[in-house]
Nanobody, 114 residues
Framework: VQLQASGGGLVQAGGFLRLSCAVS????????MGWYRQARGKQRELVAD???????NYADSVKGRFTISRDNTRKWVYLQMNGLKSEDTAVYYC?????????WGQGTQVTVSS
């Protein structure tokens, strides 16, 4: 499974961005798709994930502001980010987990100016 993230950029606090992750390869083997982020000097953390059954899970810090979704083909996974805060500034990564693997895409930088 290969992943390509895009959609990052510079936005003012209170603004919005939508991240996209293009998924290719053995899509049927994916059990969970997720978005993670890593701020400078901090560990990578889960932002949101969605199971193959469609159940979504969010970090407390983004609940009510971010929404993870995917298209019907499962070739695209999105992260809609509203009400962005300066503390959301980080490199965002998409991740695909199967039963025997956990694959990462390259990161996309999100910078929120206050």
């Amino acid at each position: 499974v290969q992943l390509q993230a895009s959609g990052g950029g510079l936005v003012q606090a209170g603004g919005f961005l939508r991240l996209s992750c293009a998924v290719s390869g053995r899509i049927s083997s994916i059990r969970v798709m997720g978005w993670y982020r890593q701020a400078r000097g901090k560990q990578r953390e889960l932002v949101a994930d969605i199971t193959s059954g469609g159940a979504a899970n969010y970090a407390d810090s983004v609940k009510g502001r971010f929404t993870i979704s995917r298209d019907n083909t499962r070739k695209w996974v999105y992260l809609q980010m509203n009400g962005l805060k300066s503390e959301d500034t980080a490199v965002y990564y998409c991740n695909a987990r199967g039963t025997v693997y956990s694959n990462w895409g390259q990161g996309t930088q999100v910078t929120v100016s206050s």
